[in-house]
């Protein structure tokens, strides 16, 4: 069982920047992939990043290209979501995720999610 804890949401203005964190309880190696879903109210989960733990290949939802950054600290068991550019429509929980993953962000693939972080974006 691996546990998923995810720190760094909060409130920012629009075109502020956010970094989350998410550190896990083991090995980042236990899984093939990390990575970011959200959810606003009202609307569907839906993938952001994942990143492909051996390697680092890291792979994007569209709204995400070129403003999010997803990364691997694999010493300290820990994947990092940086926010830049964010925009009225980015507020939702974000969630940590971790599993086998695969091709897509098809949310069964991740076994393990965190709690969750709050990202709002004032306009």
């Known amino acids: 069982q691996v546990q998923l804890v995810e720190s760094g949401g909060g409130s920012v203005q629009a075109g502020g920047s956010l970094r989350l964190s998410c550190t896990a309880s083991?090995?980042?190696?236990?899984?093939?992939?990390m990575g970011w879903f959200r959810q606003a109210p009202g609307k569907e989960r839906e993938g952001v990043a994942r990143i492909y733990t051996q390697l680092g290949a890291a792979y994007y939802y569209p709204f995400a290209k070129g403003r999010f950054t997803i990364s691997l600290d694999s010493a300290n068991n820990q994947v990092f979501l940086a926010m830049n550019k964010l925009e009225p429509e980015d507020p939702a929980m974000y969630y940590c995720?971790?599993?086998?993953?695969?091709?897509?962000?098809?949310?069964?693939?991740?076994?393990?999610w965190g709690q969750g972080t709050q990202v709002t974006v004032s306009s």
């Open positions: 995720v971790a599993g086998s993953g695969g091709r897509g962000f098809d949310p069964s693939l991740y076994q393990y």
């Open positions: 083991q090995s980042i190696y236990m899984v093939n992939y």
